[in-house]
Structure formats: structure tokens, C-alpha cells
């Protein structure tokens, strides 16, 4: 029984983590550099496949992109080819082409619900089960 309270802490510092309105800066961490400006960096991991079959294609990525991503963070994003790979529940490892989206938002603003909003469309549309989401605090200058 004890060994099962640790991992349902981390899972419940985990979920918090994931729902938490936007990424904290800590109060006793560096000020930004000069030159820079804090912000929240938002990476967003989109697997294209569905088993062994890719589901989304070049042109239904870039119709996504232009319909549900572009109009939220209209500023400014960048968009990597990736290759994603894990541990499927038999043991076996799954890879396939992804997609990975880089926003840098104000850390104070609703980037995170835009985020969410942006997954849940990618889910809905392409039958997938769930988008990665990693959000940081970040310095950075343009």
C-alpha cells in the first residue's frame, strides 16, 4: 500500500501540473537576462498516425494549421517535422511522424486555454487520442 502513495502523489503533482492556467515563474529564480523579456514557451507534440496507418497528411496539417492554429496565435509560431517513438501497452515500440508547434505567449495570458483549444480540435478532427502539451517559463528577445 505504501508504494502506491507515491505514484498517486506524482500523478496528482503531474495532473495539477496540466491544468495549472499558466506556467509560474518562481518567486526566488533569476530575473531574465537583460535584453530579454520573460514569457510562457507552449510545445505541442501532434502524432500523425493511427496504428500503423498516417492519418494525417501534409495538406490536412497545413488546412489544421491555417484553420485552428494560425488564428489564435496570429503573432507568430514555428512548426518542426519530428519523429515520435514510445512504448506501446504490449511492449512494443510505436514510432511515426509528428508534428512539433513552438508558441512563446505572455506568461500571464490565455495562450493556455488556446492550447487546449488547438488539441482539442486535433483530437476531434484526426481521431487521436491526446496531444502532448509542455509549458515552460522562458526569457527571450525578438
Given at each position: 500500500m505504501r508504494q502506491g502513495l507515491p505514484r498517486l502523489c506524482a500523478a496528482g503533482a503531474l495532473a495539477a501540473l496540466a491544468f495549472s492556467p499558466a506556467p509560474a515563474f518562481a518567486a526566488d529564480a533569476a530575473p531574465c537576462p537583460s535584453g530579454t523579456e520573460p514569457f510562457a514557451e507552449y510545445r505541442l507534440f501532434f502524432g500523425r498516425s493511427q496504428g500503423d496507418v498516417e492519418v494525417v497528411s501534409d495538406a490536412d496539417w497545413r488546412a489544421f494549421l491555417?484553420?485552428?492554429?494560425?488564428?489564435?496565435?496570429?503573432?507568430?509560431?514555428?512548426?518542426?517535422?519530428?519523429?515520435?517513438?514510445?512504448?506501446?501497452?504490449?511492449?512494443?515500440?510505436?514510432?511515426?511522424?509528428?508534428?512539433?508547434?513552438?508558441?512563446?505567449?505572455?506568461?500571464?495570458?490565455?495562450?493556455?486555454?488556446?492550447?487546449?483549444?488547438?488539441?482539442?480540435?486535433?483530437?476531434?478532427?484526426?481521431?487521436?487520442?491526446?496531444?502532448?502539451?509542455?509549458?515552460?517559463?522562458?526569457?527571450?528577445?525578438?
Amino acid at each position: 500500500m505504501r508504494q502506491g502513495l507515491p505514484r498517486l502523489c506524482a500523478a496528482g503533482a503531474l495532473a495539477a501540473l496540466a491544468f495549472s492556467p499558466a506556467p509560474a515563474f518562481a518567486a526566488d529564480a533569476a530575473p531574465c537576462p537583460s535584453g530579454t523579456e520573460p514569457f510562457a514557451e507552449y510545445r505541442l507534440f501532434f502524432g500523425r498516425s493511427q496504428g500503423d496507418v498516417e492519418v494525417v497528411s501534409d495538406a490536412d496539417w497545413r488546412a489544421f494549421l491555417a484553420a485552428e492554429v494560425t488564428p489564435r496565435f496570429p503573432d507568430g509560431l514555428t512548426v518542426l517535422d519530428a519523429a515520435g517513438q514510445w512504448r506501446g501497452g504490449d511492449g512494443a515500440i510505436v514510432r511515426e511522424r509528428s508534428k512539433l508547434l513552438l508558441v512563446l505567449a505572455p506568461p500571464a495570458g490565455k495562450a493556455m486555454r488556446l492550447t487546449d483549444e488547438i488539441a482539442a480540435a486535433y483530437e476531434s478532427a484526426f481521431g487521436q487520442s491526446s496531444v502532448l502539451r509542455v509549458v515552460t517559463a522562458a526569457c527571450a528577445s525578438f
